[in-house]
């Protein structure tokens, strides 16, 4: 993202209710040179879409207090959050999930487990990202 001239990382919000995820998903992105937030449910979801705004939304449906549904309507209805992009990362049935996740609104549904490069091509993806920067290599 560019402020002021500069180039800086994308914020990325990544929301499971997992720690192991939780974990993973961040060391992954913060290798890949991201920053990066977490939340473990709908209410921190949102009010750490707030506090910070991010450029992406990396989110799980199967969260406690509000599901991944309940969090994309709340987005989708807050027009400060509103444009934020969101991939839904989930263990849920893809074939039941994906057409009302992205009617939803979400840029893309990714099966659990996924898979580093997949996950991360779906990211730059969301963000527009146009060139591979060299530190999303391995």
């Keep these: ?28 992105l913060k290798a890949s040179g991201y920053d990066v937030h977490c939340a473990e ?6 009010s750490e ?15 406690p207090s509000g599901d991944g549904f309940v969090v ?5 209805a807050n027009i400060d ?3 934020i992009p969101v991939i839904v990362l989930s263990g ?3 074939r039941a999930n994906e057409e009302r996740v992205l009617n939803a609104g979400a840029k893309a549904f990714l099966q ?9 091509a ?3 993806q969301a963000l527009g990202e146009t060139q591979k920067p060299g530190w999303l290599y391995d």
């Design 92 to 94: 849920r049935d893809r």
């Design 41 to 46: 449910d709908g209410i921190g979801a949102i």
């Design 122 to 124: 779906a990211i730059r």
């Design 112 to 120: 659990k487990p996924v898979e580093s490069n997949e996950f991360l």
């Design 1 to 28: 993202m560019k402020l002021g001239g500069k180039v800086n990382p994308a914020d990325i919000l990544i929301v499971d209710d997992d720690p192991d995820m939780l974990q993973a998903l961040h060391i992954r």
């Design 49 to 63: 879409a707030r506090r910070h705004a991010p450029d992406l939304i990396v989110l799980d449906l199967g969260i």
């Design 81 to 83: 959050l509103s444009s």
């Design 72 to 76: 994309l309507d709340t987005l989708r």
